[in-house]
Each structure stands twice: as structure tokens, then as C-alpha cells.
């Protein structure tokens, strides 16, 4: 149906096409009642397996590392393990229409594929566990490439599973309850993995001791199974039917470039908008965060430090941060907290450079740790509804894997680089440099508000 003739009518199209069209005004207790709902726990349990692996291939990693001795501009270079996450909506179409027998049978198309992914995740974690760093770093790269591998799968399987859980004024609920499970499992990948490493080596200090890293990642690997459980007890989404592919040309067309198609049709010129702002909305966070972990332990704090600091503060304001994002984004509009995540996110990494100037500062690295959760978990549940409100529900999992790589795959090249810019300039102008680069974020947020809504419907309905 062109877009001309479509009704005016309140549909779930016309909800989702404007992000802040979702954001009714439903009574209060309406609003927080959909958190108790069995879909938003279920993305609860899921959004911490997905979160699990991201730091403990980057961030924890990069702890690891710096303590066995690895240069900060190697440990630089090797974040582009990540960049798996940059390249993910390669293959995304075969995760969006491939069946993977016999998974796809006994459990359905998206939780067959959830469970395949989290295999790949644990046995990559296994390997990481078992390999020593200092005896050569090319089998834990190998292995860290399967983990990162195994997540991107994940995510753009897990992606499709949440769009398609509940309906569009539902979706910023979902996010909040995928990015609070989320990241306290980042908590758990940074905190936790830094604890267990410290306990298993008991008293032995100032030397890099790799069983404690090897019980740690094992505990990891071990942990995984909360999203195994959930995969398994979980219903599978009901999905539109699929007209029958006439040909092995039809398929590929159909998978491979109508969900690109579909995109452009939609948004036309304004689609280079809506891309240029997914591909640099989390720069600060994503670039910083490669050179936290190895700052902490240039600054002499231990393992047991950071990993206290985390799971207290980080857990309580991460949880508040996500919980206010969904909350505000229903209530004001995700165009709204959006521009105010990117506010925070950007002025976050300033404290990082004070914090520099602070010395062994425990009392300081709790209000960093802190502001930064709080900033990072209203950007990210924000976030996600934005670019759940962006894709079709017939081409779920290939658009929001689109979309979800762009954002990685700029910050992710950049950020290789973080390690060799600290060893030039010093972590000063380092954090204060990623604060900049927030700034062109909140350009484009401004712009991609006023925005007109997408011509197209946006549920599976016909295109123009």
C-alpha cells in the first residue's frame, strides 16, 4: 500500500515510526506493571548473557593483559577481536531466514540459533581459561575470536527474539530489562572475573598469577548457562509467515537485499542521518573503555579494588541508570533521554581525567565508577529502543544487526588506536579527547529529532 493512501488511524506501524510517538500516556502504574511482565524477565535473564562476553574479550581482557606484562599499544591492537561485533549484519540474513538443522525443529528459528551461539561463547571462555598469555598470544586471540564470534551471533539472534516479544510501546520495557541484565553482567565479566581471579590466587600478590585467570575465565564460561535456561524454557515468538522463496535468486534477494531495501524505501535521504548517528552515538564510551581496565592498574589499584568498587557502586547505579532510561523514555520519548544520554556519556570520561590526577584514590574512583554506570545505562536502554523502533519486524534480525554493528564498527577501529595515543599523550588528554569526540553526537541527535517520520510501515506490512 503506498504511503500516501495508508489510514491515519493509531496503528502499531504509526506508533513505531516515531520513537517518541510510543511514549503514551499511560498511568504510572500501567507504565512500571510491564516490567513485571514474563517477557521483560525473560529479557532480563537473556540481556546477562548476552552481556557476559563482551568485557572478558575487551575490558577484562585488557586487565589480564596489562598485568601479564602485554604493552598498552598490543593491548590496543587486539581489541579489534571486537570488531566481529562491527561486522555482524554480514551474516545476519542467514541467522534472519537459514533454519539450523536440527535445532531450528526441536526449538524454533530464534532460539535454536540463541542456543547455538552461546555454545561457540562457551567454549571460546573455556579456551581463554586454559591458554597463558605469556607463553604466546596466538591461542587466546584464536579463542577470543570464537567468543566474539559466538556473542555477535547471539546478539543478532537475541535482537530479533525482543523485537518480535512485545509490541512497539512495550519495546523501551524490554530494553531496560535487556540492558539491566545486561550490564550487570558487564559488572560480573569486570567485577566479578576480577574477584574470582583474586580469590583463586589467594595470598600470592605482585606477580601475574594465571590459575587465578583460568578459574575466573571458567567461572565465566560457567555462567553462560543462566541464558541457556532461559533459551530452553523460553516460548518461542510467533513470526509473519515468509512468502515462499520461487528460486535460490528469490532467497538471496529476499534475505540478503531486501532488508537493506527496505530501509532506504523508508527513510530515503534520511537514512544517511539515522546511520551517521548509530555509528558514532556510543564513540566515548566504546573508545575510553579499552584503556580503563590497564589505567586502573597503572594507577595501582589492585584486583580486589576495582572489583569491590564495581560490584557495589557499579551494580546500584548501573540498575538505577537502566531502570530511569526505560522509565523516562516512555514517559518523554526516547528522542528526548537519547540527547541527554549523550549529554552524560560524553561528560562521564571528564572524570576520568580528574581521576588521573587523583592518584590511588579510592574514595574518587567510586564517584567515577558510579557517574559512569548511572550515564552508561541511560544511553544504552535510550539507545536501543531507537533502534528498535527503526527496523521492520520481517527483517528484524538483519536490520537491527545493521544497526547494532554500525555502532561498534567505527568506535571499535578507533579504539585500537587508544593504547598508542595514551603511550604519546598520557591518559589526560586521552579521556579528555574521547570526551570530545561526544560533541558531533549531540549535533546529530538534535537533528535526527527533528526528523520526519518514516513514510513506510514499519510491522511487515506492504512497502511503497
Known sequence: MPASSRPA????????????????????????????????????????SAGLPLLLVLGTLSFRLREAGIDRATIGYLSWVGLAYGFKWVWAPLVDRLPLPPLTSLLGRRRGWLLAAQAMVIAGLAGMAVNDPRAGLEPMVWCALLVAFGSATQDIALDAFRIESAEARKQAALAAAYQTGYRLAMI?????????????????????QNIGWRTAYLVMAASMAVGVLTVLFSPEPARRALPPAKGPADWLRSALVEPFAD????????????????????????????????????????????????KVYGVVMTLAGAFVGGVLSMRLGVMRVLMLGAVLSAASNLLFAWLGTRGHDLTALVAVVSADNLAGGIASAAFI??????????????????????????PKFVAGYSGAFVDAHGYGSFFTSTAALGVPVLVLVALA????????????GESP
Do not use: C, H
Not at 276 to 298: E, Q, T, W
Not at 385 to 410: E, G, K, P, W
Open 188 to 208: 560480573w565479566a569486570g567485577a566479578g572475573v576480577l574477584w574470582v581471579a583474586a580469590w583463586a590466587e589467594g595470598a600470592t600478590t605482585g606477580s601475574y
Open 263 to 310: 530501509f532506504i524505501r523508508r527513510y530515503r535521504w534520511q537514512a544517511a542521518l539515522i546511520l551517521a548517528l548509530i555509528a558514532v552515538y556510543r564513540i566515548s564510551d566504546v573508545v575510553m573503555g579499552i584503556m580503563a581496565n590497564p589505567f586502573y592498574v597503572d594507577m595501582g589499584f589492585t584486583k580486589d579494588e576495582v572489583a569491590t568498587v564495581s
Open 9 to 48: 488511524a493509531d496503528t502499531a506501524a504509526d506508533r513505531r515510526a516515531d520513537p517518541d510517538a510510543a511514549a503514551a500516556a499511560l498511568p504510572w502504574r500501567e507504565t512500571l506493571k510491564v516490567y513485571l511482565e514474563p517477557a521483560t524477565l525473560r529479557m532480563f535473564a537473556l540481556g546477562f
Open 385 to 410: 529502543a531507537y533502534l528498535s523502533s527503526l527496523t521492520n519486524i520481517s527483517y528484524s534480525a538483519t536490520q537491527y544487526a545493521l544497526f547494532s554493528s554500525m555502532m561498534l564498527l567505527l
Open 449 to 460: 529529532s527533528r526528523m520526519k517520520a518514516r513514510t513506510g510501515p514499519a510491522d511487515g
